[in-house]
Nanobody, 121 residues
Framework: QVQLVESGGGLVQPGGSLRLSCAAS????????MDWYRQVPGKQRELVAG???????TYGDSVKGRFTGSRDNAKNTVTLQMNSLKPEDTAVYYC???????????????WGQGTLVTVSS
């Protein structure tokens, strides 16, 4: 099975920076999209950065100009560089991929375990 492992969450002061990473492992799969979402308790999960293969990265309105997503296709990894962090950025951040299982040609998706980011003084 394809698995995702996230790292990089923690506590940071307002105005600070943090970088999250996510690595996909497995065999015989082709990733079509690698994405970051976040969720606050009681609120709907929202898209932070969407990175489709062969397409342009899409950012949520609340993070444009502050967050930057990047992707290393050879290593099947994705990172999220977060700058100028605000208290309202506090959330659990989830890595997500859409992929094709090359053995069956089926389109599937998988979520990371989530990592907590807390922005507070």
């Amino acid at each position: 099975q394809v698995q995702l492992v996230e790292s990089g969450g923690g506590l940071v002061q307002p105005g600070g920076s943090l970088r999250l990473s996510c690595a996909a492992s497995g065999s015989r799969f082709s990733i079509t999209s690698m994405d970051w979402y976040r969720q606050v308790p009681g609120k709907q999960r929202e898209l932070v950065a969407g990175m489709p293969s062969g397409g342009s990265t899409t950012y949520g309105d609340s993070v444009k100009g502050r967050f930057t997503g990047s992707r290393d296709n050879a290593k099947n990894t994705v990172t999220l560089q977060m700058n100028s962090l605000k208290p309202e950025d506090t959330a659990v951040y989830y890595c997500h991929i859409n992929y094709i299982d090359m053995r069956t040609s089926r389109r599937l998706e998988v979520w990371g375990q989530g990592t907590l980011v807390t922005v507070s003084s």
